[in-house]
């Protein structure tokens, strides 16, 4: 089993930023792939960023691009993610998830992830 925790999110100006930290906890490696994802309200649940394992290339969704930055610490099994030049449409609760390595095609959907945190709240005040 592995359990998963976030922290950091907030409320937050337009413009501003926030890093959120995963903590990974049990039986996970440096072959798990690790990702991000969030969930604005009557939203769907939709990929923010991952990897496939450390040192592999990471992949974000396009609206994140060259704002939000995903790093990865295997040595305490830990993930963030940079969020910068937020807006209001970043507003979402955001989830960690990890998986041992997926394919890439299954990298950024949802329902390949067996293991979650409850999420963090990030608000983007406008």
């Known amino acids: 089993q592995v359990q998963l925790e976030e922290s950091g999110g907030g409320v937050v100006p337009a413009g501003g930023s926030l890093r959120l930290s995963c903590k990974a906890s049990?039986?996970?490696?440096?072959?798990?792939?690790m990702a991000w994802f969030r969930q604005a309200p009557g939203k769907e649940r939709e990929f923010v960023a991952g990897?496939?394992?450390?040192?592999?290339?990471?992949y974000y969704t396009d609206s994140v691009k060259d704002r939000f930055t995903m790093s990865r610490d295997n040595t305490e099994s830990a993930i963030s993610l940079q969020m910068n030049s937020l807006k209001p449409d970043d507003t979402a609760v955001y989830f960690c998830a990890t998986n041992r390595r997926l394919i890439l095609s299954a990298v950024r959907t949802s329902s390949a992830y067996s293991y979650w945190g409850r999420g963090t709240q990030v608000t983007v005040s406008s």
């Open positions: 049990g039986r996970i490696d440096n072959t798990f792939t």
């Open positions: 990897n496939r394992r450390r040192g592999d290339v990471t």
